[in-house]
């Protein structure tokens, strides 16, 4: 799962950026409103993190002008402690969760996590299918009881293939989850992730939707 961090607080970005990767994200990062923004509107993230203090463009009009565009990104709003109203406004503009700075990492990754699954209809953390049990908490995916060792992109992959079951994929929007900005990546990529899953878990589950992408029928 790919996230957007918009902070212009240097050192704490660069301990977000360090926790969430730990934790198994794509994350990228800007410093300014509008480029989020930017960001935003012109590339696939499963959810943002906004900083309201922010040069260029305030997060809470940046908030504003997403939810206008009828964009439904789930966004945590980062607010400090001393500004209780700013929880308020943010909740009203159309935030989805909020943190108190300083907050725990550990807590971010899990409400991100949270966000994104009732962003895409799925109530648990335990996400099973066809055999399949995913486990977002641990990290872990079995196939009919036993526990598959997978790559950390083909995790990436199989978790936005279940997340969204029964929706094709297209090549692009998978890519631009599993990849930052400045990755290396390879063009045959994707078809070689595809690929492992099958082998390792079951050659029917994921199936080829010619001239899109990949999908997880329900
Ligand atoms: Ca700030």
Redesign the pocket.
Known sequence: MRVLLI???HLLGEGVVAGLRQAGFEVDWVQDGQSGLDALRGERFSAAIL????PRLPGLDLLRKLRAEKRTIPVLVLTARDAPGNVIAGLDTGADDYMVKPFDLNELSARLRALIRRATGVAASLIEHAGVVLDQAARTVHYRGQLVDLGTKEYALLEDLLLNTGRALTRGKLMETLYSWGSEIESNALDVHIHHLRRKLSPDLIRTVRGVGYMIAK
């Open positions: 902070e212009d607080d900083d309201l203090g922010l």
